[in-house]
T-cell receptor, first 117, second 115 residues
Framework: DAGVIQSPRHEVTEMGQEVTLRCKPISGHNSLFWYRQTMMRGLELLIYFNNNVPIDDSGMPEDRFSAKMPNASFSTLKIQPSEPRDSAVYFC???????????????FGPGTRLLVL | AQSVTQLGSHVSVSEGALVLLRCNYS??????LFWYVQYPNQGLQLLLK????ATLVKGINGFEAEFKKSETSFHLTKPSAHMSDAAEYFCAVSGSAGNNRKLIWGLGTSLAVNP
């Protein structure tokens, strides 16, 4: 299995530009998570989906951030307009949610390192 | 509310020495607890987790952790450090009862292994 795939791996953009991060979860997984990692705040859950439906987006910083999951094999996280404080590493993770919650494990992608100038 | 504290943002050990990474948690419900490892420029990988049952949990790469409810701790140990263990280690607690989806994360501990 190829694991969780994220693209791009690195993104440098200027303030005000739109940024789109992409994620392909592991085949067969039914849940997808977007995280942001910074030195100051550590790892933060932004949003997660179950069966392509957003379940909890309380971690999304503000209206400039949006996430979609049009199908089971693809998700995007969009920032519009981007700001320097959005600079961080963004991780996507996927898991299979079955009947036994204790059996669920999140598998992380390699991350997208975003720098907003 | 749930929270995680990792004591020591940087830990340095000699190759072959004991590794001890500390994690204390706060939870208003029976917790699920996790340790993840992050190698440079990579995503996080699950080392081990505690959900219910035996309080001593064994994970990959020779790591283990013990859930101590009275101390609200879940420290990670390995008897003998290897150079390949150098990485960032994260402790996490489930955000709600019986739910390991919305995890609350510690800030991480960077482990350096000296030859």
């Amino acid at each position: 299995d190829a694991g969780v795939i994220q693209s791009p791996r690195h993104e440098v953009t200027e303030m005000g530009q739109e940024v789109t991060l992409r994620c392909k979860p592991i085949s067969g997984h039914n849940s997808l998570f977007w995280y942001r990692q910074t030195m100051m705040r550590g790892l933060e859950l932004l949003i997660y989906f179950n069966n392509n439906v957003p379940i909890d987006d309380s971690g999304m910083p503000e209206d400039r951030f949006s996430a979609k999951m049009p199908n089971a094999s693809f998700s995007t996280l969009k920032i519009q307009p981007s700001e320097p404080r959005d600079s961080a590493v963004y991780f996507c993770a996927s898991s299979f949610k079955g009947e036994a919650a204790s059996q669920e494990t999140q598998y992380f992608g390699p991350g997208t390192r975003l720098l907003v100038l | 509310a749930q929270s995680v504290t990792q004591l020591g943002s940087h830990v340095s050990v000699s190759e072959g020495a004991l590794v001890l990474l500390r994690c204390n948690y706060s939870s208003s419900v029976p917790p699920y607890l996790f340790w993840y490892v992050q190698y440079p420029n990579q995503g996080l990988q699950l080392l081990l987790k505690y959900t219910t049952g035996a309080t001593l949990v064994k994970g990959i790469n020779g790591f283990e952790a013990e859930f101590k409810k009275s101390e609200t701790s879940f420290h990670l140990t390995k008897p003998s450090a290897h150079m390949s263990d150098a990485a960032e280690y994260f402790c996490a607690v489930s955000g709600s009862a019986g739910n390991n989806r919305k995890l609350i994360w510690g800030l991480g501990t960077s482990l350096a292994v000296n030859p």
